[in-house]
């Protein structure tokens, strides 16, 4: 005869989440927040090719926090789950908040049913249009799915970055001054973060169906001075 | 259409071809016995800076379906795609080609070879003509960023892909405009020789093929020219299109409807 040990729900969701976040805080954090006439996208990602930001449609872009394997997956998901819906319906009806909610469902069934849950946050963001609002969304390790109004901060440590961010962000600025608090907040009072240590995209108008870009590390430094 | 996950082993990677196909958003294989000819006429010219392209604008069935028809699209910034053949494969071909390039980029974060894009399309080309009677022919042309050349590709109908150094023609027109751009070519023909040496091409494909639709003084519709150069995909102008056509027809006329003797 086997021994099975009896664990409270209370008990076993606790753990699960115990485990998602020391996962998560291991990683480096990331800012996304909104400025006049766009959405940025920054994290502190030592290596130039391992990505944390990506494009994900014409006006929608990603960021992952925590494991890079876990949410890289999920990227190439959402990029397939766009692509698709734009190629069976039109272009115009891929909605970040349809694949926002797609992530959380998936996140949700992960958390209570996978062999453990997946130690990332994602961060779903979509350029405002005639037809759709300019959006945070922020997706967290069980499910928990939030619409941020001006900025959100994923990754570890994220209340101190949140906190420090928000001292400055109360309204919405130009992307220059933007990100200069973005990168303040991550870096701490203590530290500074090299421009080579930052991953930068920015989901703006310039003209073209597609608005995302990323920005090398003269134009961040350009931005930062 | 839920979030489309797969295992490491079962994953189609950054192609969006293999994608739908496991999704089921692609067209099935069927067989038929319908005749789909492909009236149209395409050219595509490379000169010293890139590459020319010339398409007529007409869509033949038992009659004409359409005048003012595009038969070249920009795949992406520096590829253009022409299509001949039946009007709806063509169609969701091109939006494959144009949705496949973009979804490599977004995967990968970096942009397919203009040689990649080429071969990307051959099993493409070669499950639709193989298993269907819906034919398309595709003509591909571009500027290949990483060795600072124009380039064209073209395709049998089993979907072998071949890079042309000099010219390449599509559709029911193609021997008119074939003879044509035959006599005309230089090696070193430049991008004004390339334009005029194309529209002429397309003029005499327009003026034999009953399925090929040359200038349309009337309706002011004309044959679409467009150049892929270091720039990108540039489609020229109405008016621009228009006097070259008038040109050409001025001197037909003069010349009672023969060339006159010289390659004009």
């Known amino acids: ?54 494009e994900i449609y014409d006006r929608i872009a990603f960021a992952g926090a925590g494991r890079y394997n876990e949410f890289d997956r999920l990227r190439e998901a959402g990029i397939r789950w766009a692509d698709g819906t734009g190629f069976t319906y039109s272009r115009e009806d891929v909605d970040a908040r349809a ?10 069934d992960m958390f209570t049913e996978g062999q453990k849950p997946l130690e990332v946050e994602i961060l779903v963001a979509q350029l405002g249009s005639k037809i759709r609002p300019t959006k945070l969304y922020r997706v967290a390790y069980e499910g928990t799915i939030s619409d941020e109004p001006l900025f959100a901060v994923l990754g570890g440590d994220a209340e101190t970055i949140r ?32 421009v080579a240590d930052l ?10 169906r597609r608005s995302f870009r990323r920005l090398n590390d003269d134009e961040v430094s350009e931005l930062l001075s | 259409m839920g979030l489309p996950l797969f295992s490491a082993h079962g994953d189609p990677g950054p192609s969006f071809f293999h994608y739908a196909e496991a ?51 920009a795949a992406d ?39 990649g894009k080429a071969n990307y399309l ?65 090696s070193d023909i430049d991008r004004e020789g390339a334009l005029e040496l194309g529209a002429l091409a397309l003029y005499e494909a327009g003026d034999n093929d009953p399925s090929t639709g040359g200038p ?11 150049t892929i150069t270091e720039a990108g995909f540039q489609e020229l102008g109405t008016d621009e299109v228009a006097a070259r056509f008038r040109a050409i027809n001025d001197r037909r006329t003069q010349s009672g409807g023969v060339a006159g003797g010289t390659l004009r």
């Open chain 2, 216 to 226: 349309d003084f009337v309706r002011n519709i004309y044959p679409m020219m467009v």
């Open chain 1, 1 to 54: 005869m086997s021994n099975y040990f009896y664990v409270s729900p209370e008990q076993l969701i606790k753990d699960r989440a115990e485990f998602a976040q020391k996962g998560i805080a291991r990683g480096r954090s990331m800012v996304g927040a909104i400025y006049d006439v766009g959405v940025l996208l920054v994290a502190e990602n030592p290596s130039a090719s391992l990505n944390k930001i990506s």
């Open chain 1, 199 to 208: 991953e930068v995209g920015i989901l703006e108008d310039r003209g073209t």
């Open chain 2, 23 to 73: 999704a089921g958003l692609t067209t099935p294989v069927f067989t038929g016995t319908a005749e789909s000819p492909h009236a149209t006429t395409v050219i595509a010219v490379r000169y010293n800076a890139g590459v020319v392209m010339v398409g007529d604008r007409q869509a033949t069935g038992n009659y004409i379906a359409s005048r003012d028809v595009r038969k070249i699209e």
């Open chain 2, 122 to 186: 051959s099993p493409i080309i070669q499950r639709n003509n193989l298993s269907s009677p819906l034919f398309v022919m595709p003509l591909l042309a571009g500027w290949d960023p990483s060795h600072q050349v124009g380039r064209i590709f073209e395709y049998d109908g089993a979907g072998g892909c071949y890079e042309r150094f000099d010219f390449s023609t599509i559709g029911s027109g193609s021997p008119f405009a074939d003879s044509a751009l035959r006599l005309g070519y230089r």
């Open chain 2, 77 to 115: 910034r520096y590829t253009a795609l022409a299509i001949s053949g039946t009007a709806a494969r063509g169609i969701e071909f091109i939006k494959m080609a144009q949705l496949s390039f973009e979804h490599y980029e977004k995967m990968t974060d970096s942009a397919l070879s203009l040689e």
């Open chain 1, 99 to 108: 694949l926002a909610n797609y992530y959380a469902q998936h996140l949700g």
């Open chain 1, 163 to 194: 906190a420090r961010f928000a001292a400055h962000e109360e309204q919405i600025h130009p992307l220059k001054e933007t990100l200069k608090n973005a990168v303040d907040a991550l870096a701490g009072p203590e530290r500074t973060i090299a």
